[in-house]
Structures are given as C-alpha cells and as structure tokens.
C-alpha cells in the first residue's frame, strides 16, 4: 500500500517531528557540554554551551521560549495529524504529544 505524501495529515504529522528536533537538539547539545567537562563549573558548562550558539539565542529565556514555541507548535501539528486513518502515525502523534509535553512542562518548571 503506498503512502499518498500530498496527504496534509502526513505532513503535519511530518512538520511536528521536525519542530521536536529543535528542542531535543537544545537537549543533547547541553547533556553533550555536560559529559565532556563533567569537572567544570556550571559558569564554564554555560559559557561553552554559548559558545556554540548565535548572538541571538545567548539568553537563557531566548532558548526557553524558543524550545516553548517549537514544542506547541509540535503538539498543535500533530494533534491535526491525528486524523489520518493510519493507527502507525496515530500511534506516533500520540508519542510526539506525549514527548512535547514533557518537554514543554520541564521548561516552564525550570523557568520559575
């Protein structure tokens, strides 16, 4: 059975994925920092992590917005992607809004 991709099902189900990639990248870049200089400082840990990042995206609330902004976005696409009729991106779109979920309730716990 072949997969009609002109579906718009399937691609918010496709976009929400995408949009969970750029939190989680934040997420393994920071784990990453963590790892390789597990004796630093949490100053030096931030000042690499920022290191590897854009002028823009420096402060601390810049990134959590972003990651808040890049997660809803996730879960409103893949609560529309829920209406495609195949239960594998059901099942899949129940695991992005699971997995954005999470994410977006420990970034807004860690911004109080």
Do not use: H
Request: aromatic share 14%; charged share 10%.
């Amino acid at each position: 059975m072949k997969r009609n991709i002109s579906n718009p099902f399937f691609i918010y189900s496709l976009w929400s994925k995408i949009q969970l990639i750029i939190p989680i990248s934040f997420w393994v870049l920071w784990i990453y920092i963590s790892e390789t200089n597990a004796a630093a400082t949490q100053a030096v840990k931030q000042a690499k992590f920022n290191s590897f990042l854009p002028l823009f995206l420096k402060n601390y609330y810049v990134i959590a917005l972003v990651i808040l902004i890049a997660c809803i976005i996730s879960i409103i696409l893949a609560v529309k992607g829920l209406k495609d009729k195949s239960p594998i991106a059901s099942v899949l779109n129940i695991i992005t809004i699971f997995f954005a979920s999470v994410i977006v309730l420990l970034e807004l716990f860690s911004l109080m």
